[in-house]
């Protein structure tokens, strides 16, 4: 043997430590993650929003000196909500980017397209928004979901409407596979009630057909209408059906805005409910909220249930981290997360159950005339 391999079988012998190969996207000094989501047009607003928040929770970390020692960096690139395209930025960002973990992505058809290739990969997704329930169980155990699931949003608005004696519930959905299965679980749930939908309208996302639809529902005289919409679509539904004669009390789930409905609407948007799977952010009495909002008044950016929805998703993927310290692997660092069980800004999370939301926080909040929510 030369003097390299009698070294290498001394250490071979002996037990020496070597360190294990560098996981795809770390590095001493950095933790590479990817996103992929709409970020261009309206639908990218609230995504926007929710990566400013995230990043918020990214930079007060970095300026403490990262996670042992690491710095926190998310490369983002726009998938348009397009299936094929989410799926060549999943490509991209663990193929040629070499991301260590996928973060906040957005949409149920995206996440359904991309769950192959993660699946594919020992790299996970965490924090994900807007994905509907079947999405979340085709990613498996490749992905950590924190909000509450859409069927949990519907079983606390429906148990809200029932006790306050309003038996008369159609639902306004998107037209795509998302809105469907919104209104499938609302079926569900109200079934467990005796009751079914009086009514629904399929609005397509460019609102084109939102006139006819509305006038459908009119005509079904519902006491309650659910709105599983987007952008301005719950503003401009609610104006069409006051002016068809209709005059229901109008509820929204979480992916509602009702800071465009305010600013559409006005006094009009006065009595909107909508049911928010995220802490009250405007909340002074909690440390963490006390913390979100001194990091996003420091951004520049909005005090509002996106920006607090992201900075608490990067809370739940940074403390993961922290459980791993330096010995950071793929492997340890799913195995972390599945042994998460923590509070957050009031929140509880729980991913050791193994189910598609580490949380089943809902609450409904009333939508001001100027954007902000009551309690």
Known sequence: MDRRQTLAAMGAGLGVWRPARAADGVTDTEVLLGQSGVLSGVLGVPVKALLAGAQAAFDAVNAAGGVAGRRLRLL????????????????????QHKVFALFACVGSGTTAAAAEVMQGTDAV???????????RERMGRSAFFVRATTRREAEVLVRQLTTVGMTRI?????????????LKLLADV?????????GSAAIKGDGSNLGAQARELAASNPQAVLMYLGGRLPADLMTALRQAGSHPTFYGMSIVSGEIAAKALGEQARGLAIAQVMPYPWFKGSPDLQTYQRG??????????????????????????????RDLTRARFAAALRALKTRI???????????????????????????TFAR
């Open 170 to 182: 159609a639902m306004a959905h998107l037209d795509n596979a998302g809105g469907q299965e919104a």
């Open 190 to 198: 109200l079934q467990a009630s005796q009751l079914k939908p009086v």
């Open 76 to 95: 983002s690139l726009d998938d348009e909500l397009a299936p094929p395209k989410a799926v060549a930025n999943y490509r991209t960002l663990l193929e």
């Open 296 to 325: 996003i008044e420091k951004a520049g950016v909005g005090i509002n249930y996106y920006s607090i929805e992201g900075w608490v998703n990067a809370q739940v993927l940074i403390e993961a981290l922290r459980r791993c310290d």
């Open 345 to 371: 800004a009031g929140l509880d999370i729980d991913f050791t159950a193994g189910g598609i939301a580490a949380s089943r926080f809902v609450e409904l909040v009333q939508v001001r005339s100027d954007g």
């Open 125 to 135: 997704t965490v924090g994900g928004y807007a994905v509907a329930d079947s999405a």
